[in-house]
């Protein structure tokens, strides 16, 4: 009894926050999802100390290496390895075959030196969490391309790049959606029809083919940073419209409240009711909205990368590996190549799931 | 009365398992019927009135349940525990509509809005065969619509509930109700939602109704004047249990529970003294996971007594021939723990 | 109702006109012309043109024209119904388009017709069994159809044919039938290739409409006028198809008009990963080269077919929920 109404006064004290916090905590498959997250973004921060090596060293002689399955025990207990693997060229085809070779060991280990590399750009460091024991080795953990490059570390530095485009772009909607949602529920009236009528023609275009328009439009001398801003602000441009209609609606509906009357009769400055008063109500249920809408982000900017308009190689992402396994013959002969595929589906569900249990527990009404 | 009761309801108990634990919404109701009689039920809002209406029609959602209890209806051919019928069983389903029907609280939303009150109408009386062709059926609403004082009954049978007014979408209501001449009459707060003046005509026009076909009803409401005028006989609830139970003359000149008291009080009074401010129950409904132990009242009580009352749950008990009263301040009788 | 219709129908060569002039600006916004990027390809091919004949077929095409001139040409054409000549191919626009353009439709209304066949009963059980192992496994089934680029589910699928079954299911037809004229043998063969692209291109949309229909039925299962069907005795799985599911459906096709476009937009994808006869492909080909005209016109057919998608689901809204048509 005590206890209960010690439970209560704590919720009825509690910040919107906490509410939040407690309510979310209680999906644990949100809760996992985030923390599959984090260590999406870890990567983010410094994908080259992820990496086994440079990933763009290239070896035609080990262009198709099939996976080097990491090993953590061997029969005498902890002693990291992956499989040795042996390549015979093929008489008739001439092509290199591989089998791997599970009597021979390569020896690996964490935190160990590996190729040179900077921190931010700014510190050299040849720390990497893998690395193989024998300097100068190298490891295929997911195989190589055509080019015989490291698929784990070019899908460590795909992630830097389409996590943040991802990211990026949800923030710059956000920017859009908040201000140009915002005038148009507040201030109604002119402003509104024409914000209304825009979010109507953006909302009916097509959209991919409106994006390969934009991108086909980016001039092909372009840096890959260039290019890398020109995609992530088109993807923005036709990804606020949503976000746009849904602030205007909650505008619309906390004009009419009471607290906001009581506000305005109190004197508040129209900026200070917006943003002291209204927008915190509807604060947590943006950064749902907006956590739902990075996956979407990142699945066109996968799409858009694959067609060969969005991010455009040497520059990385997990559109860009994936262009590798578009022929099938090539895919039958190296499966591997899906596996940024794979590794897309698992960050889009992780941003999912999050996203849900945000929009959950940041509903005051929901159970 | 020498018929029998056309419905006995014993130590009914429905509760609902959430998250954060069991919520006992009804905690062992006992009450009866007579066929005939209008029952008032009056409580306020959360105190079980609804859920046992839902129980006696079966129509409970889950995470709710009826954990004990019997409701027996009697039929000609004996009783029957409805309890006992699987809620979505054919035999249930024969029941619903036909021999119990159910006016609810909010005549807006309880229609659908897609289409029209005549035809879901019709589709109510078609349901239970009692007419032999949607055309006679049909002819059938009119009729109905005339009964329950709907002008125009040739166009308002093809509106749709939003185009009616809130007193005449509730005489739709009633009309639908009453299609198959049901024997028992469940009207859930059938006047809330609706103006005053209207609710006075509703109400008059039940009675005429209930003289005229001789249903038995189970009235629901927490406003007292609405029970003084319809009952013939009165259930005052508190948290799931029944406080006091007798004829309208004793709950309203005779009460003897502190709750009945002082809901009787609360009430605003003709004759009484002008800007003077009404008495109100002091405290507020327990949240519903936070039941109080012994008797439920006793935290807002102005009479409770520290030696039992917050330790030992009062039996409702007869003290006077028809009036049943739950409360140590008249009897001594608690439940066995 | 005949008015709302009306007013729309009026308005509609307004907005084409709008989206005529974004689309125009838009494939007129990359740097250099259809010709800088044809003198770029033959040199990477190892041949040249020379300045002289350069100028000549620039202005063969109207390509040295400002380009306002250039648009009002381009409308010019188009009222009359000639679409233009593609740059590349040097054959009428709507020769190009033509026949694909058939077959683009009939995809995005095949996967159309199974995703709703697919989503609308899934989200019933869904909802009407909440909660329940089959319910858990249905959403496990879309969290995952919804995180699936659609061309990687469709080069899954096409390696999984490759390497197992050793068949390419690429293209809209088997060898005998790609240059056959149209005969019933001919649809028979279509279908029989269509219903793999059509899945793949249909699973993620398939997907967010279970969700979206369960969620919606379940908020009007909670609403009072299924308790008073159910007072009235009527049998569950009637009242709930009568009822709730008929309310359920009306913010769903208001999303069709939404809906067909990220269809169009789908396919365009889709096709390019599975080489089918379809404007996707033709359209990617057209931005890639700057044929202009051609490309132009398929984003204008795109655009028209996502405003008549838009019509027809708001007529259709209005046509079921009278709460609608009584408004308009």
């Given at each position: 009894m005590?206890?209960?109404?010690a439970?209560?006064?704590?919720?009825?004290?509690?910040?919107?926050?906490?509410l939040?916090?407690?309510r979310?905590r209680?999906?644990?498959?949100?809760?996992?999802s985030?923390?599959?997250?984090?260590?999406?973004?870890?990567?983010?921060?410094?994908?080259d100390?992820f990496s086994?090596?440079n990933?763009?060293?290239?070896?035609?002689?080990?262009?198709f290496?099939?996976?080097?399955?990491?090993?953590?025990?061997?029969?005498n207990?902890?002693n990291?390895?992956?499989?040795?693997i042996?390549?015979k060229?093929n008489?008739?085809?001439?092509?290199?075959?591989?089998?791997?070779?599970p009597t021979?060991?390569v020896?690996?280990?964490?935190?160990?030196?590996?190729?040179v590399?900077?921190?931010f750009?700014?510190?050299?460091t040849?720390i990497h969490?893998?690395a193989?024991?024998?300097?100068g080795?190298?490891?295929?953990l997911l195989?190589?391309?055509r080019l015989g490059?490291?698929?784990?570390?070019r899908?460590?530095?795909?992630t830097q790049?389409s996590?943040?485009v991802?990211?990026?772009?949800v923030?710059?909607?956000v920017i859009?959606?908040?201000v140009?949602?915002g005038?148009s529920?507040?201030?109604g009236?002119?402003?509104?029809?024409?914000?209304?009528r825009?979010i109507e023609l953006?909302?009916?275009?097509?959209?991919?083919p409106?994006w390969?328009a934009?991108?086909a439009?980016?001039?092909r001398d372009?840096?890959?940073?260039?290019?890398?801003?020109?995609?992530t602000?088109i993807l923005?441009l036709?990804?606020?419209?949503?976000l746009?209609?849904?602030v205007r609606?909650r505008?619309?509906a906390?004009?009419?409240e009471?607290?906001v009357?009581a506000?305005r009769?109190?004197?508040?400055?129209r900026?200070?009711?917006?943003?002291?008063h209204?927008v915190?109500?509807f604060?947590?249920h943006?950064?749902a909205?907006s956590s739902?809408a990075?996956p979407?982000?990142?699945?066109n900017?996968?799409?858009?990368?694959?067609?060969?308009l969005?991010?455009?190689?040497?520059?990385?992402?997990?559109g860009?590996?994936?262009?590798?396994?578009q022929?099938?013959?090539?895919?039958?002969?190296?499966p591997w190549?899906l596996?940024?595929?794979?590794?897309?589906?698992?960050?889009?569900l992780a941003f999912?799931?999050?996203?849900?249990?945000l929009?959950?527990?940041s509903?005051?009404?929901?159970? | 009365?020498?018929a029998?009761?056309l419905?006995?309801?014993r130590d009914?108990?429905?509760?609902?398992?959430?998250?954060e634990g069991?919520?006992?919404a009804?905690d062992?109701?006992?009450f009866?019927?007579?066929?005939?009689q209008?029952?008032?039920?009056?409580g306020?809002?959360?105190?079980?009135?609804?859920?046992t209406?839902?129980?006696v029609?079966?129509l409970?959602?889950?995470p709710?349940?009826?954990?004990?209890?019997?409701?027996?209806?009697?039929r000609d051919?004996?009783a029957?525990?409805?309890?006992r019928?699987?809620?979505k069983?054919?035999a249930m389903r024969?029941?619903?509509?036909?021999?119990?029907a159910?006016i609810p609280?909010?005549?807006m939303?309880?229609?659908s809005?897609?289409?029209?009150?005549g035809?879901?109408?019709v589709?109510?009386?078609?349901?239970h065969?009692?007419?032999g062709?949607?055309?006679e059926a049909?002819?059938?609403?009119?009729g109905?619509?005339?009964?329950v004082?709907i002008?125009m009954?040739?166009?308002?049978i093809d509106?749709?509930?939003?185009?009616l007014?809130?007193?005449?979408?509730?005489r739709a209501?009633?009309?639908?109700a009453?299609?198959?001449?049901?024997?028992l009459l469940?009207?859930?707060e059938?006047?809330?939602?609706?103006?005053?003046?209207?609710?006075?005509?509703?109400?008059a026009?039940?009675?005429?109704?209930?003289?005229?076909?001789?249903?038995?009803i189970?009235?629901?409401t927490?406003?007292?004047?609405?029970?003084?005028q319809?009952?013939?006989?009165v259930?005052?609830m508190?948290l799931?249990?029944v406080?006091e139970?007798?004829?309208?003359?004793?709950?309203f000149h005779a009460?003897?529970?502190?709750y009945t008291?002082?809901?009787?009080?609360s009430?605003?009074?003709m004759?009484?003294e002008?800007?003077?401010?009404?008495?109100?129950i002091?405290?507020?409904?327990?949240h519903?996971?936070n039941?109080?132990?012994?008797?439920?009242f006793?935290?807002?009580?102005?009479?409770?007594?520290?030696?039992r009352?917050?330790t030992r749950?009062?039996m409702?008990v007869e003290?006077e021939?028809g009036?049943?009263?739950s409360?140590f301040l008249?009897?001594?009788?608690?439940?066995p723990? | 109702?005949i008015r709302?219709?009306?007013q729309?129908?009026?308005l509609?060569?307004?907005?084409m006109l709008?989206y005529?002039?974004?689309?125009?600006v838009?494939i007129?916004a990359?740097?250099?012309?259809?010709?800088?990027?044809?003198?770029?390809?033959l040199?990477a091919s190892g041949?040249?043109i020379?300045a002289?004949?350069?100028?000549?077929?620039?202005?063969?095409?109207?390509?040295?024209?400002?380009?306002i001139?250039?648009?009002?040409?381009?409308?010019q054409n188009?009222?009359?119904g000639?679409m233009g000549?593609?740059?590349e191919y040097?054959?009428?626009?709507a020769d190009?388009i033509?026949?694909?353009l058939v077959?683009?439709i009939?995809?995005a209304?095949?996967?159309?017709?199974l995703?709703?066949?697919?989503a609308?009963?899934?989200?019933?059980?869904?909802a009407?069994?909440?909660?329940s192992?089959?319910d858990h496994?249905f959403?496990?089934?879309n969290?995952?159809?919804?995180?699936?680029?659609?061309?990687?589910?469709?080069?899954?699928?096409m390696?999984?044919?490759?390497?197992?079954?050793?068949?390419?299911?690429t293209?809209l037809?088997?060898?005998?039938f790609?240059?056959?004229?149209?005969?019933?043998?001919?649809l028979?063969?279509?279908?029989a290739?269509?219903?793999?692209?059509?899945?793949?291109?249909?699973i993620?949309?398939t997907?967010?409409?279970t969700?979206?229909?369960?969620a919606?039925l379940l908020?009007?299962l909670?609403?009072?006028y299924v308790?008073?069907?159910?007072?009235?005795?009527?049998?569950?799985?009637?009242?709930?198809l009568r009822?709730?599911v008929?309310?359920a459906?009306?913010p769903l096709?208001?999303?069709i008009?939404?809906y067909?476009?990220a269809?169009?937009?789908?396919?365009?994808i889709?096709a390019?990963?599975?080489?089918l006869?379809?404007?996707?492909?033709?359209l990617l080909?057209?931005l890639?080269?700057q044929?202009m005209y051609l490309?132009?016109g398929i984003?204008?057919?795109?655009?028209?077919?996502?405003?008549?998608?838009?019509?027809l689901?708001?007529?259709?809204?209005?046509?079921?929920?009278?709460?609608?048509?009584?408004?308009?």
């Open positions: 005590a206890d209960a109404q439970v209560e006064d704590r919720i009825a004290v509690a910040s919107n926050w906490k939040v916090w407690w979310f209680k999906h644990h498959l949100a809760v996992f985030a923390f599959i997250l984090a260590c999406f973004y870890l990567v983010v921060v410094c994908p100390f086994t090596q990933p763009e060293q290239t070896d035609a002689r080990q262009a290496v099939p996976l080097q399955p990491l090993h953590l025990f061997d029969e207990g902890w990291p390895w992956v499989p040795a042996v390549g060229r008489p008739v085809t001439l092509r290199m075959e591989w089998t791997p070779d021979k060991k020896p690996v280990s964490f935190f160990a030196p590996g190729p590399y900077r921190v750009g700014l510190f050299p040849n969490l893998i193989a024991a024998t300097p080795q190298r490891i295929f195989g190589s391309d490059r490291d698929q784990w570390s899908i460590m530095h795909g790049t996590m943040t991802g990211l990026v772009a923030t710059l909607s859009f959606g908040v140009l949602g005038i529920g507040y201030a009236g002119t402003a509104d029809q024409v914000i209304q825009l953006l909302q009916s275009v097509p959209t991919i409106i390969l934009l991108s439009a980016l001039p372009w840096t890959p940073i260039q290019v890398f801003f020109a995609i602000v923005s036709i990804g606020w419209t949503t746009g209609r849904e609606g505008f619309l906390l004009r009419e009471d607290f009357l506000a009769l109190a004197g508040c400055s900026m200070r009711i917006i943003l002291r209204m915190p109500t604060l947590s943006i950064i909205t739902l990075i979407v982000m990142i699945i900017e996968t799409s858009l990368s694959f067609l060969g969005g991010i455009r190689p040497p520059a990385i992402s997990w860009v590996l994936l262009q590798e396994a022929n099938i013959q090539t895919l039958a002969l190296a190549l596996t940024p595929g794979i590794v897309v589906i698992v960050a889009v999912n799931l999050v996203g849900d249990g929009r959950d527990a509903d005051p009404y929901s159970h | 009365m020498n029998p009761p419905l006995r309801v009914l108990h429905v509760s609902f398992k959430m998250d069991t919520v006992r009804v062992g109701l006992s009866d019927l007579f066929p005939g209008v029952l008032g039920i009056v306020e809002s959360g105190c079980g009135k609804s859920v209406m839902k129980a029609l079966q409970i959602e889950p709710g349940r009826i954990s004990k209890g019997e409701i027996l209806y009697q051919s004996g029957i525990d409805l309890t019928l699987p809620p069983g054919a024969a029941l619903r509509g036909a021999e119990i159910l609280q909010e005549p939303a309880a229609f809005p897609v289409h029209t009150v035809d879901q109408i589709e109510a009386i078609m349901l065969g009692a007419a062709s949607r055309r049909r002819a059938q609403t009119i109905l619509f005339r009964d004082g002008s009954p040739e166009q308002r509106a749709y509930s939003w185009q007014s809130g007193g005449l979408r509730q209501m009633i009309a639908m009453l299609s198959c001449h049901p024997r469940i009207a859930d059938p006047t809330t939602a609706i103006d005053v003046t209207t609710q006075a005509q509703i109400l026009l039940l009675r005429e109704l209930q003289a005229k076909y001789g249903t038995s189970i009235f629901i927490h406003d007292l004047g609405v029970i003084a319809m009952a013939d006989h259930v005052v508190y799931g249990r406080m139970e007798g004829t309208v003359d004793d709950i009460p003897k529970h502190p008291q002082a809901l009787l009080r009430m605003p009074n004759h009484g002008t800007r003077t401010a009404l008495p109100i002091s405290g507020a409904l327990p519903p996971f039941r109080p132990p012994g008797c439920p006793h935290p807002r009580c102005p009479d409770a007594m520290a030696d009352c917050a749950v009062p409702p003290t021939p009036h049943i009263v409360c008249h009897h001594d009788e608690a439940e723990a | 109702m709302y219709i009306a729309r129908l009026v509609l060569p307004f907005l709008l005529s002039f974004v689309i125009f838009i007129q990359p740097p250099g012309d259809f010709l800088t990027a044809y003198v770029a390809t040199s041949t040249s020379n002289e004949m350069l100028d000549a077929l620039r202005r063969d095409y109207g390509l040295d024209q400002p380009f001139v250039q648009y009002f040409r381009w409308m188009l009222a009359a000639n000549l593609s740059l040097r054959r009428p626009n190009l033509g026949e694909q077959l683009t009939a995809l209304l095949m996967s159309f017709v995703t709703w066949a697919i609308v009963p899934v989200g019933i059980y869904s009407t069994h909440q909660r192992v089959v496994i959403t496990v089934i969290y995952i159809g919804v995180a699936i680029p659609n061309f990687m589910l469709a080069l899954v699928m390696w999984i044919a490759f390497s197992y079954f050793g068949v390419s299911v293209g037809f088997s060898p005998d790609v240059d056959a004229p149209w005969s019933f043998a001919r028979l063969d279509l279908l290739h269509m219903w793999l692209p059509a899945i793949v291109l249909g993620a949309g997907a967010r409409l969700r979206i229909m369960r919606n908020d009007e909670n609403k009072p308790v008073t069907a159910r007072a009235k005795g009527m049998r569950e799985w009637r009242l709930v009822y709730p008929r309310l459906l009306n096709i208001s999303t008009g939404w067909l476009p269809l169009f937009s789908g396919s365009l889709v390019t990963v599975m080489n006869p379809n404007i996707g492909p033709l080909r057209a890639i080269n044929d490309a132009g984003l204008l057919i795109y655009s028209f077919l996502t405003i008549l998608g838009t019509l689901s708001d007529v259709l809204l209005a046509l079921i929920d009278p709460r609608i048509r009584m408004e308009t």
